[in-house]
T-cell receptor
């Protein structure tokens, strides 16, 4: 079975400062990992994905994540936060069954102060 | 806009009732997934259909059922509703089996009173 743990339930940064959202995963095989973002009262939007190609993955809106197998981590970063980045972020691992089910972390709420 | 549509957007109903949530996947996508998002359980996978057939099952209650129709739209049926069923229900779709990306609809917010 696979699982993800998001180490911070809330992160607060000032606009223009770096963002770091931490995620550790557990998987008995080489995982596919994703970050999704959920803005208030909206659906989930795919930010980026890792599927065993390059370990540094670039996503939309300036976000990127690095897959580190030795640390079983997939942290999400952004060099400079924008007010519009305020949202809930989910680290997700894909199942290795006949289907394609996703297992979600508990989420990290990112707050951006002006 | 992901291309996945869900109706209705909001649903308010009483305990013991039955409701049906509808999802239309992105054009060309064969797989449909249902997820439940609640405050206490977070986001949980319920069930997946691929081209009309059930493919995988997660934490779906026996009171809940789903199906995917020949035109690939899907319906999630929730019966004997309880207060604890109040949640946001998401549908997602993806392409062929093994396609890693799932695209989510805007969700249906169910409130059971």
């Amino acid at each position: 079975a696979q699982s993800v743990t998001q180490l911070d339930s809330h992160v607060s940064v000032s606009e223009g400062t770096p963002v770091l959202l931490r995620c550790n995963y557990s998987s008995s095989y080489s995982p596919s990992l994703f970050w999704y973002v959920q803005h208030p009262n909206k659906g989930l939007q795919l930010l980026l994905k890792y599927t065993s190609a390059a370990t540094l993955v670039k996503g939309i809106n300036g976000f990127e994540a690095e897959f580190k197998k030795s640390e079983t981590s997939f942290h999400l970063t952004k060099p400079s936060a924008h007010m519009s980045d305020a949202a809930e972020y989910f680290c997700v691992v894909r199942g290795n069954n006949a289907g394609n089910m996703l297992t979600f972390g508990g989420g990290t709420r990112l707050m951006v102060k002006p | 806009d992901s291309g996945v549509t869900q109706t209705p957007k909001h649903l308010i109903t009483a305990t013991g009732q039955r409701v049906t949530l509808r999802c239309s996947p992105r054009s060309g996508d064969l797989s449909v997934y249902w997820y439940q998002q609640s405050l206490d359980q977070g986001l949980q996978f319920l069930i997946q259909y691929y081209n009309g057939e059930e493919r995988a099952k997660g934490n779906i209650l026996e009171r809940f059922s789903a199906q995917q129709f020949p035109d690939l739209h899907s319906e999630l049926n929730l019966s004997s509703l309880e207060l604890g069923d109040s949640a946001l229900y998401f549908c997602a779709s993806s392409g062929r089996l093994g396609s890693y990306e799932q695209y989510f609809g805007p969700g249906t917010r169910l409130t059971v009173t």
